[in-house]
């Protein structure tokens, strides 16, 4: 009888959710391939860029089915290095969308070049190819057009290739939510002029800072190939290397110090070739979620278009007091009194301090993004996460609109 009573009182929902620890938002997916991987490397003595990174850029390149990877020690490092590149410069103007992290429109600043911001769809979230038009067609300085695939949905590169066709600009594409994904069929990575990936703590495949630069341009790839590590010449390197002593290189450029460590290459070799089992159970994660919150008073991400691959870096729902029955903020401390990590991505860079001032935006300036800020929450949906996990985000998300919202 005592024992009964006892296991009745585990099987208590309440009482195993206040003893469960809080579910992070995010999490890496770190197994004992990556551990390994790690240790062989510090056991060998080299730390820094070396045959690892090589043997990470050939791989990539595979994967991706693109010309050049380029190692680099962040995404925000790949997209400054492939702007200059493309000679970014004072006078210039780059596009992007205010509906991104500050890193992509940063890059811009550092080469004293300015940014112009167009709107985005509401419910992709990427850039609006009809509002990209317009700001091509009132401006004339238009360098380059930098796209985001927000949460891993592909923006329509098709139509974006075209517009900078006609407006002969550059396109550089901010891959850090992409990996893997595809926009008509065709693998991010393998389309714009540049492309960079990021391999941050929270992203798809992780080397904990990291990132890469995808490119088909010969001239491009050599350009970041030397900036990326002081302006050092291998070219000049290799060529003398029989007729000059080991020691002896040539400084060509005041470049940068954004070399990717052996240590980081080796972990993401590892992530690598585990990319398509995270990224199918992320999707699985995603299905699940938009299965159970079918009949819910909130407003779903956006499937991606039939054959093209989503990389679900971000499983991002809508809620908001005419649809949910309460606001998003306050939809947030709830999920977090459930043990519930979430996250809002992203805060528009134009009401930001920096580039609300620099531009003189008014929040008003951008209503797409606005909107979609405004309702905006990120659910956790990452490849370690188990099913027990994904259940109690369902619970707790369904918990805190029960009784609320226009639906229900
Ligand atoms: C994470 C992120 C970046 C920056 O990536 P790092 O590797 O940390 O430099 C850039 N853009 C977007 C949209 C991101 O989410």
Redesign the pocket.
């Known amino acids: 009888m005592e024992r009964m009573l006892v296991k009745d009182h585990l099987r208590c929902p309440v009482s195993n959710e206040l003893k469960l620890p809080p579910l992070p938002f995010a999490r890496p997916d770190i197994g004992i391939g990556e551990e390994r991987a790690a240790v062989e490397v510090l056991r060998t003595g080299w730390l820094t860029t070396g045959p690892k990174c090589r043997e990470f850029e050939s791989a990539f390149s595979e994967y991706i089915g693109c010309t050049h990877s380029l190692t680099v020690n ?4 790949g ?1 400054h290095l492939a702007l200059e590149a493309c000679g970014v410069g004072p006078g210039d103007l780059v596009i992007t969308t205010p509906y ?2 500050t ?2 429109a940063e890059v811009v600043r550092y080469l004293g070049a300015e940014v112009s911001f167009c709107d985005v769809n509401e419910q992709t979230r990427n850039i609006d190819p009809q509002s990209l038009q317009q700001v091509l067609e009132n401006s004339r300085d238009i360098k380059v057009i930098m796209p ?1 695939h ?1 949460a891993g949905l592909a923006c329509d590169m098709k139509q974006i290739m075209e517009l900078a066709n006609q407006y002969d600009c550059k396109v550089i594409e ?1 891959a ?2 992409a990996l893997p994904c595809s926009s008509d069929g065709r693998m991010i990575g393998t389309i714009a002029d540049a492309t960079a990936f ?3 703590a ?2 798809t495949l992780s080397t904990g ?3 890469m630069v995808t490119t088909a341009d010969d001239e491009l790839a050599a350009r970041i190939k030397k900036m990326r590590l002081h302006g050092i010449d291998r070219d000049v390197f290799d060529r003398y290397r029989g007729s000059k002593p080991s020691w002896y290189y040539e400084i060509v450029q005041a470049g940068f110090k954004y070399n990717m460590t052996d240590l980081a290459a080796a972990i993401g070799i590892v992530q690598l070739s585990r990319i398509e089992e995270m990224r199918s159970r992320r999707e699985d994660i995603a299905n699940h979620y938009s299965d159970a919150f079918s009949r819910l008073p909130i407003e779903l991400p956006p499937p991606p278009p039939v054959g093209d691959l989503h990389a679900w870096h971000l499983y991002v729902i809508g809620v908001y007091p005419e649809l949910s029955g309460m606001g998003r903020d306050d939809f947030i401390v709830s999920l977090a009194e459930l043990g519930i990590g979430s996250s809002v ?1 992203f805060i528009p860079l134009h009401i930001q301090p920096y580039w609300r001032d620099r531009y003189s935006l008014e929040p008003t300036a951008f209503p797409k993004a606005m909107s979609a800020y405004r309702k905006a929450v990120s659910l956790p949906i990452y490849s370690s996460m188990t099913d027990a996990d994904v259940e109690r985000v369902i619970h707790a998300v369904k918990t805190t609109l029960s009784g609320k919202g226009s639906k229900s």
Do not use: I, N, P, Q
């Not at 962040?74 to 490092?77: D, E, K, L, V, Y």
């Open positions: 962040s995404c925000t490092a997209l991104t992290f890193a992509t985001v927000f901010d850090a939510h990021s391999f941050y929270t992203k800072e990291g990132g991505h």
